[in-house]
């Protein structure tokens, strides 16, 4: 059975060395070295066990023991660092802090190695045989079980670590954060098992039970990404998100005081993050008293601020803070400057207006005047004239009307609508229009898609465009509907003429959804069709034919 045991020992120690150096291989990852320390650490210490065994003689017995036992000073601060760098908070460990953890293990070390002279360690050092083998069997003092303490509050405090990642985290780093506990766990009973004589004379399971532990932490990085993916990186990087954000963040506790806040508001306060912690948002932003309290109010307000002798407008949201277990704890409260966006709503609203009210009626005027002036007119140029006159006033007066169903196009709500029955009445308005064209339904229109009724509007264009731009006598527009697989989510609608095609910069403005100043369309209602289809989460292209055009329309299935 001895020899067993110390079979088993040593190979925790080949083990732990290995998965150790492995562990180096991934030391860019938070928390890789300090754990590739503790494996080695623990291999180290699993050797010094087979290695008093092992020898014959009391003095190299008592040797190794002392060596052993000056190791164990480093494992418990390697666990430490592990689940610190692990999760992150090594952004807050300085080198004091450092330092002052490493103070009670080199104390201890020497301690270990002076232990003769004064007994703080170990007493009534005596050689005990155990089997063929021979250990050393002593009366631990004062400094060893402050030792015991101080490396059990370690691992207590890393533990805590890894339980805050596994209540607030998801699936990915609760399991990887669960196996590092297990790791240390199954250690961690071990050497309580041989502190308090709950396992055989002469046996310290400690050093075994990282071959178990070691077992875990390599299954966590084959099956987890434990090594190349850590919780760590990831509030790392969310920390700097926020920090770099022009929008202005606090986080608040249940009574609206100030517990951080982010660069930004600390500007939007003209204080730094120091003096805002602890204060109320509202004495320091008296503007957004309107928002609290939190549960009388929607969700984001706008309110205006007054800043550096300027009135600018902000978009103030807040976000509730809950608690691991559900309760609410605080706010998140964020403020966007939406000074210039309002600004350009508004000069958008006016030129809105104007475009669709007032050019029409004064297009309305230009056409009426410009008919009662072909009346007085007698040569066939001068005719001729007015009717370009009454031609150009006539297009104006289109655009202005497709602006207006576009404009109302952005503030129709998406709904459900049945796909076949938009068609139809399209193609029986364009048809209506122009006799002599023919437009059929072909393929599977019978679907529900995501829109409202200017999407009826865009396909009444195509079929517009379709026809109008048509050279030939007799239109010809086929209307083709295609579904995607069960499992597939869009319907396709294809629009193809015998027309001469539509202008390929023209296409390529569409697609590209903007124009340069060397490429531009020349009308709005390919770019009105464009703008209401990606509107309601679908796409328009233009594909390959060898006569006309073939425009493709992809829109998202809907429940009937």
Known sequence: MWRLYLAVVFFAAVFGTALSLYTLLHQETPGAGPLAL??????????????????????????????????????????LLTAVEYTGYDRVLTSRHLLGLLVEPLVFTGL?????SHGLVWSNLQPSAIGPYTTVVATRGLAYWGHVVYSYGLIALGALLLV?????????????????????????????????????????????AFVASG??????????????????????GRDEIVDQLDDAVFILDSNGVVNDCNPAGATLVDETTDRVVGQSLVDLLPALSSVFPIEDIPDNQIVTIERNGSVRTYDCRLSPLDSPFGERSGT???????????????????????????????????????????????????????????ETVDTVTERSNKVGTLTRAFEDEPASIDLEAVLRDAIGAVTAKYPAATIALDGDPDHCVEGAASLGVAFEELLHNAVEHNDSDH????????????????????????????????????????ETALEHGSGIGLWLVAWIVRTYGGTLSFAEADVGTTVVVQLPKSEP
């Open 38 to 79: 503790l494996l080695l650490g623990a291999a180290m210490w699993a050797t010094t066990d087979g290695l008093s065994l092992a020898t014959f003689g009391a003095s190299e017995t008592l040797f190794w023991a002392k060596l052993g036992l000056a190791i164990t000073a480093v494992v418990p601060l390697a666990w």
């Open 112 to 116: 270990v190695w002076t232990t003769g």
């Open 164 to 208: 805050r990642v596994i209540l607030r985290a998801n699936e990915l780093y609760r399991t990887q954060s669960t196996a590092l506990l297990v790791a240390i766990v199954i250690p961690l009973v071990a050497n309580t098992a041989a502190l308090f004589g709950l396992s055989p004379d002469g046996i310290d399971m400690t050093s075994i």
């Open 215 to 236: 077992t875990v932490i390599t299954a966590a990085i084959l099956r987890r990404q434990l090594l190349s993916v850590a919780a760590g990186t990831r509030e790392i």
């Open 332 to 390: 998140i409260v964020s403020v966007r400057d939406v000074t210039e966006q309002t600004r350009r709503e508004q000069q958008l609203d006016v030129l809105n207006r104007l475009l669709r009210h007032n050019i029409r009626n004064e297009m309305n005027v230009v056409r009426g005047q410009a008919e009662l002036l072909r009346e007085s007119l007698e040569t066939e140029s001068q005719h001729s004239r007015v009717d370009r006159i009454v």
């Open 475 to 514: 239109p010809q527009v086929t209307v083709t509907v295609t579904a995607a697989p069960p499992s597939g989510a869009d319907v396709t609608v294809r629009i193809s003429d015998n027309g001469p095609g539509i202008n390929r910069q023209e296409r390529a403005v569409i697609e590209r959804g903007r």
